[in-house]
Nanobody, 124 residues
Framework: QVRLVESGGGLVQPGGSLRLSCATS????????TGWFRQAPGKEREFVAA????????FYARSAAGRFTIARDVAKSTQYLHMNRLTPEDTAIYYC?????????????????WGQGTQVTVSS
């Protein structure tokens, strides 16, 4: 399994931006992909974005496309989520995850390693 530690959450005003980081224990990139999920109070955990570490292919949930950017720094073994134009609906705990099945990357079952999450609150 992969060790994952998120950071960068906090309180931000509507319309603002935030960058989340996920430090990983990934050392070889072949076949590796990671993603971000989020869970708002009383709701199911939902997919946000994913990235292949070899080649950098990305995929976004509809709610994230055009506002969020997922990236990875292979040298630092770190994944990022750049979030822009945040709204109160983006308030959630954001989780970093490492996956095993790119074909089903939008589902929780495609991931076998999870971080503990970082809280993002969008409020004025």
């Amino acid at each position: 399994q992969v060790r994952l530690v998120e950071s960068g959450g906090g309180l931000v005003q509507p319309g603002g931006s935030l960058r989340l980081s996920c430090a990983t224990s990934i050392r070889t990139v072949g076949g590796v992909f990671t993603g971000w999920f989020r869970q708002a109070p009383g709701k199911e955990r939902e997919f946000v974005a994913a990235i292949r570490w070899s080649g950098g292919d990305t995929f976004y949930a509809r709610s994230a496309a055009g506002r969020f950017t997922i990236a990875r720094d292979v040298a630092k073994s770190t994944q990022y989520l750049h979030m822009n134009r945040l709204t109160p609906e983006d308030t959630a705990i954001y989780y970093c995850a490492a996956g095993t099945s790119w074909d089903t990357l939008t589902t929780k079952d495609a991931y076998d390693s999870w971080g503990q999450g970082t809280q993002v609150t969008v409020s004025s």
